[in-house]
C-alpha cells in the first residue's frame, strides 16, 4: 500500500493586494502573500478575480493616510458589485497609528483591521471569516508596542524583479527624532540575527538575487538592541560579503549619528557593499537640528561627509531635507539652501514639515505654515534639479557596470551603482545586440537628462 503524499493546499480563494509606502512595508506585502499562499489562499492580480481586497497601509504622514483612505474607499466600492461574496482586510501602519479608530469608524464595510503583529495569523484571520458570521469576527486587532519581525523560515512571495530582493534586517526605531511617529507606530528597535539573514542571503544568492537591498528604518543602529551580543552592521557586512559570485549590496537608510571609522572601514573594504549612502541629514542648521532630536551637529555632518568622500572613493550620497520645522525661519532655510549647493549630493529629496499628532515637535512654538514649508521644500528641489543635471552631464563618455532591470525590444532600462530602484535615477540603453534583464552589462553613457542617463553597450564585458 503506498503511503499518502502530503497534498498542497487547494486553492479556493483569491486576494488582490495593494501595497502602500516604502519598501519596508513592501516586505510585510511579500510575507503576507507568502502567507496565504502557503495557507491555501491564490494571488491574483485582478481585483474582479478576488475574493479579498487586501491593503497594506502606510500612515507615516498626512498624504500616506490620505491615499490608505482613497484605497480604502476603491475597496467599498468593490466589495459593493458582491456583498455576498467579498471581503476587505486592512493591515499594516494604519492600523497601528489609528489609535482612535477613527478609519474604523469611517468603514464599516471593512471586514479586518490588522496590526503588524498579526502578520502571521492573517491567512486564519481571513478564513475565520469564511466559516462564522462576519459580525462575529474580533474585526480590530492591534498591539500597542509591536514587535513582529520575519526570518529565513518564514514564507515570502518576493514582488519585485527577480533579481532584486529587499532584505528587512531591524525593525522599528530608538532614534525618537522630534517629528517622527515611527516608534509609536513600528515599536523600538527590533534586529534579526546575522545568522538568520545570512541563511536569507543565501538561498536569495542561489535563486539568482543580483541586487540585495539591506533595509531598516536605520541600518546603522543595526544590533544596538541587542549589546554584548557583538553583532553590528560592520559584522553584518563582512558576513554577507563572504560569498561568491557577482551580486551588489545596497544600504537603506543610515543616520548620521550612528556612524563610525570601523564601520566606513568596512563599507570601503568590501566588495560587494556598493559606495552608495542613503543618510536622511534633515537638516544642517544647529538649531534646527537640536529641536528636530537628531543627536547630531552641523560640523559632525560635514566631518562626516568628508570622511565618507575621502574612504570610499566615487561614493553617492543620496540625501533627505524637511522644511518649514517649528523655529525654521529665514536665515535657519538659507543656510540649508548653502549647504545644498556646497555639498552638490548626487540624490536630495526633500518634504515640507506635517505635524504628527503626538510628536514633541506638534506642540513647538514658532510654526511655519504649509504653504512656506512646501515652498522652500520647491525651492531645495529645484537647486537640486540643476546640481543633478550638471552632475549627470559629467558622466558622458564614461562607463558603469548597469544592473539590467528590463529590455524592451530596442532598448533597456538599468541602473548604476549610484541609483537605488525606484528612488533614483535610470539608464536608457539602446540595444544592438543580445542584452539580459537581471544582468550586469558594462554600458557607457552618452547623454543625460536632469533625473534620466542614455548609454549604449560598451565593447569591453561585463563583470
Known amino acids: 500500500m503506498k503511503k499518502n503524499k502530503k497534498s498542497s493546499p487547494v486553492i479556493s480563494r483569491n486576494v488582490y493586494i495593494v501595497s502602500l509606502g516604502c519598501p519596508k512595508n513592501f516586505v510585510d506585502t511579500e510575507v503576507l502573500a507568502g502567507s496565504l499562499l502557503v495557507s491555501g489562499w491564490g494571488i491574483t492580480m485582478d481585483p474582479d478575480e478576488a475574493d479579498v481586497f487586501m491593503i497594506n497601509t502606510c500612515a507615516f504622514i498626512p498624504p500616506a493616510r490620505e491615499e490608505a483612505r482613497e484605497v480604502i474607499s476603491e475597496a467599498v466600492d468593490w466589495k459593493k458589485a458582491n456583498l455576498k461574496k467579498r471581503r476587505i482586510l486592512v493591515c499594516g501602519c494604519l492600523i497601528q497609528w489609528d489609535k482612535k479608530e477613527t478609519f474604523k469608524a469611517d468603514f464599516p464595510e471593512v471586514d479586518l483591521w490588522s496590526g503588524i503583529d498579526q502578520i502571521p495569523n492573517v491567512a486564519a484571520r481571513l478564513n475565520s471569516l469564511y466559516e462564522k458570521p462576519v459580525e462575529d469576527a474580533v474585526n480590530f486587532l492591534r498591539t500597542e508596542v509591536p514587535k513582529y519581525i520575519y526570518n529565513e523560515q518564514t514564507p515570502r512571495l518576493k514582488l519585485t524583479l527577480n533579481h532584486i530582493a529587499y532584505v528587512k534586517i531591524a525593525e522599528g526605531c530608538d532614534n525618537c527624532c522630534a517629528y517622527c511617529s515611527i516608534p509609536s507606530i513600528r515599536g523600538c528597535l527590533h534586529s534579526r540575527t546575522i545568522a538568520s539573514i545570512k541563511k536569507e542571503v543565501s538561498d536569495l544568492l542561489s535563486a539568482d538575487t543580483k541586487e540585495l537591498i539591506l533595509i531598516a528604518q536605520d541600518v546603522t543602529a543595526f544590533g544596538h538592541d541587542r549589546k554584548g551580543s557583538g553583532e553590528t552592521l560592520v559584522g553584518l557586512i563582512r558576513e554577507l ?49 537640536r529641536r528636530m532630536g537628531r543627536k547630531v551637529t552641523s560640523a559632525q555632518i560635514r566631518t562626516l561627509l568628508d570622511k565618507l568622500r575621502a574612504k570610499i572613493p566615487g561614493i553617492a550620497i543620496r540625501t533627505t531635507f524637511i522644511t518649514g520645522l517649528p523655529g525654521e525661519g529665514d536665515a535657519e532655510f538659507k543656510e540649508l539652501e548653502e549647504f545644498v549647493k556646497e555639498q552638490k ?76 530602484p525606484e528612488i533614483d535615477n535610470e539608464v536608457i540603453i539602446a540595444v544592438d545586440r543580445d542584452i539580459d534583464a537581471g544582468e550586469f552589462s558594462r554600458i557607457t553613457i552618452t547623454g543625460a537628462d536632469v533625473y534620466e542617463l542614455e548609454g549604449e553597450i560598451a565593447e569591453e564585458t561585463h563583470l
Do not use: C
Open 241 to 289: 560579503d563572504s560569498f561568491d559570485g557577482d551580486y551588489w549590496i545596497r544600504l537603506l537608510y543610515t543616520h548620521p549619528a550612528h556612524f563610525t571609522d570601523e564601520l566606513i572601514d568596512a563599507i570601503a573594504a568590501a566588495r560587494h557593499v556598493l559606495p552608495y549612502i542613503d543618510m536622511p541629514l534633515q537638516h544642517i542648521s544647529d538649531g534646527i537640528l
Open 345 to 420: 549630493f548626487h540624490r536630495v529629496g526633500v518634504f515640507g514639515y506635517y505635524p504628527e499628532p503626538g510628536t514633541p515637535a506638534a506642540d513647538m512654538e514658532d510654526r511655519v505654515s504649509a504653504e512656506i514649508a512646501e515652498k522652500r521644500a520647491g525651492k531645495i528641489m529645484d537647486l537640486q534639479a540643476k546640481i543633478s543635471l550638471k552632475r549627470n552631464k559629467s558622466l558622458a563618455g564614461k562607463t558603469f557596470d548597469v544592473i539590467v532591470d528590463s529590455v524592451n525590444g530596442d532598448y533597456a532600462v538599468g541602473r548604476t551603482y549610484m541609483d537605488a
